[in-house]
């Protein structure tokens, strides 16, 4: 009798590790998927006035004034999400955690990161308003 329950005591606890692992890799690959879906939109509204040198740096973005007009990318890495920092020394932006590198352009130059900065959606207003989506 107790070679029966020690088999089900086993075969449920590998039914647990299987059904642990499904979750874990479900998780993995759609993971990013539903949160998109379940992530309010946020926006922030700026005066172009708080410009300085046609630059100005947030908690969340880095925002600059080109002859186009307003480029924004978020301070967020692509790599795993740290805030990334301006290095004027290097005229660089680095990721502080991992050591990506991207130019002032937002465009990838070294590191784990391989993807260019995140763009940022902007409209502009006729009050010299910007309206950022973060």
Do not use: W
């Not at 070294?110 to 973060?134: C, E, H, W």
């Amino acid at each position: 009798m107790s070679s029966v329950l020690a088999r089900k005591a086993f075969l449920k606890q590998i039914g647990q590790i299987f059904l642990g692992g499904i979750i874990i890799l479900m998780s993995r690959l759609f993971g990013d998927f539903l949160l998109r879906f379940l992530k309010t939109e946020r926006f922030v509204k700026i005066d172009s006035k708080k410009f300085i040198d046609a630059q100005l740096t947030t908690e969340d973005f880095f925002a600059e004034k080109t002859a186009a007009g307003v480029r924004v990318f978020s301070r967020k890495c692509p790599h795993l999400g740290c805030t990334l920092q301006k290095d004027e020394s290097r005229k660089k932006i680095v990721c502080p955690c991992h050591g990506s590198t991207f130019s002032i352009e937002g465009k990838y130059e070294s590191g784990p990161a391989r993807r260019n900065m995140f763009l940022l959606p902007v409209k502009q207003t006729g009050k010299g308003k910007l309206i950022i989506k973060l």
